[in-house]
């Protein structure tokens, strides 16, 4: 039997399942990547990229400090469960890293939630940013560090009518209906069935086919089609390269102004372009802290006489696409040459106009400052703090370093070996157990979401087959180079 448990294992499972969709929604602000918006009845200009060199475009001037402190008191999330159903329904558990800065309510929270008070005077808790953008290594938490074991494999509709039956207060009642309306209404595209696997893009697209793109109202029933289901996987990128990127996300979409698209998570209760203002004003204080984090440092011995040797390796075969010294190019390489598993990019390029005319139309793509131009291909990330950024590839296919420099070694079918996490400091990674067979040889649905099956469309762990030309000893002092990032 599997252990069920994962970075939040300190909380109750009933909260867990309860604001899953919530922390995924502070995933929205990195990873809108398929065509952000759309209004087929209306047009709009609907521009697209090519793959090469991803120009640079000048951010807002922010203040970090001010940025942090937002960050882990504010939410952009606006609606939520009243305080006091989330405490008869959880039992109020203690936070299990207390996060410096945290005030009042939020200091005797678990870091990835935040309370504030609604205009109507009650209480509410939800979800922020760090659900997905701040994980446990080592025993620390690191903000930053995208967290890779969250689960969104339950239907969170039942612990969200669960918690409804801790509310008795009119007033409450009344928060609760609309954040209940608003989970049920996306549920469908905030799931997905393996652990690990992140529905970020499907549930963004959700949220913007039941909003006006000129007012921000809600709406109950679609405007434009929904995106499809079932929902591919996305795997959380880290913060701490948000300086250095030119473009936001994976298929080089969000160019410009990075706030507006990092604010796209309070799509989920955002009702008024007046509402959508307000939190522009202190986002990119936001912004300006995210463009301030520095990777965390390898924190195992490094054999700098080898790592020496692997970095003229990684000049040779790695830098002209991801950047060295500093040097960072930008680059988008088109799917032929990444060779990577297409259908996230295929999808944003093709299939969804509808949702960039919506996101151009908006008050979030308004004017020349914001463009989304989707490309046929993948951004080449900058590796800082590669290391500690596993599994590997857009979607999360490769568990470890070692594998992804080495088509061959990749497995087909893999779960996270026990104890999980358990870091592998040979392979650069999550220590992984290799399978024969995919999801079906276990009868549990609790084990079968521990496996990732690379055989599905969306999954594949192919391309990205550079480092099949180097030998076992160039790949072993490149792996330790890797280190040093």
Request: one cysteine or more; charged letters at 20%; a negative charge.
């Amino acid at each position: 039997m599997r252990p069920d448990q994962s970075p939040f294992s300190s909380l109750p499972a009933s909260l867990l399942a309860l604001l899953a969709p919530l922390t995924l929604l502070a995933l929205l602000t990195l990873l809108a990547a398929l065509g952000l918006g759309g209004c087929e009845q209306q047009s709009a200009a609907v521009t697209k990229a090519a793959p090469g060199p991803i120009p640079a475009t000048r951010q807002r001037p922010g203040d970090a400090a001010a940025g942090y402190d937002a960050l882990v008191n504010r939410s952009v999330v606006t609606c939520g469960l009243p305080y006091s159903a989330y405490v008869a329904s959880t039992g109020n558990p203690a936070p299990e890293f207390a996060l410096p800065g945290r005030r009042g309510r939020n200091a005797e929270l678990p870091y990835a939630l935040t309370a504030f008070t609604a205009p109507s005077g009650v209480e509410l808790v939800t979800s922020n940013c760090l659900g997905c953008h701040a994980a446990p290594l080592n025993g620390e938490l690191v903000i930053g560090l995208g967290n890779e074991f969250l689960d969104f494999t339950a239907d969170p509709v039942l612990a969200v009518e669960a918690a409804g039956a801790f509310v008795d207060d009119p007033a409450e009642a009344a928060e609760w209906q609309r954040w209940a309306d608003r989970l049920g209404t996306i549920a469908p595209w905030a799931m997905t069935d393996t652990i690990g696997a992140n529905p970020a893009v499907a549930l963004t697209l959700a949220l913007m086919a039941h909003r006006d793109p000129a007012s921000l109202a809600w709406s109950e029933s679609p405007l434009i089609a929904p995106p499809p289901t079932p929902v591919l996987p996305v795997s959380v990128p880290p913060w701490w390269n948000l300086g250095k990127k030119h473009a936001m996300f994976y298929n080089g979409e969000g160019r410009g102004d990075h706030v507006r698209y990092m604010m796209l998570a309070s799509t989920t209760c955002t009702d008024s372009v007046a509402e959508a203002a307000a939190i522009d004003a202190w986002f990119g204080d936001v912004r300006a802290y995210l463009a301030s984090l520095e990777p965390p440092p390898y924190p195992y011995p490094i054999d700098t006489g080898l790592a020496a040797t692997g970095a003229a390796v990684y000049r040779d075969a790695c830098a002209t696409c991801h950047g060295q010294d500093g040097d960072y190019p930008n680059e988008l390489i088109g799917l032929e040459e990444a060779g990577t598993d297409p259908l996230l990019a295929e999808k944003g390029y093709h299939e969804a106009d509808r949702f960039i005319r919506w996101f151009n139309r908006s008050w979030y793509g308004r004017g020349a400052a914001t463009r989304t131009e989707p490309a046929l291909g993948y951004v080449a990330p900058p590796l800082d703090g590669i290391w500690a950024t596993a599994p590997y590839l857009h979607n999360g296919s490769v568990p470890t370093l070692a594998a992804l420099l080495d088509r061959h070694a990749r497995p087909t079918y893999w779960r996270h070996a026990d104890p999980r996490p358990d870091y592998d400091q040979d392979a650069l990674g999550w220590r992984y157990e290799t399978l024969r067979q995919g999801r079906e040889q276990f009868a549990s649905l609790d084990e079968q979401k521990w496996v990732y099956d690379t055989t599905r469309p969306g999954y594949s762990n192919q391309g990205h087959d550079f480092g099949d030309d180097l030998d076992p000893a160039q790949r072993r002092a490149l792996l330790e180079y890797l280190k040093t990032l």
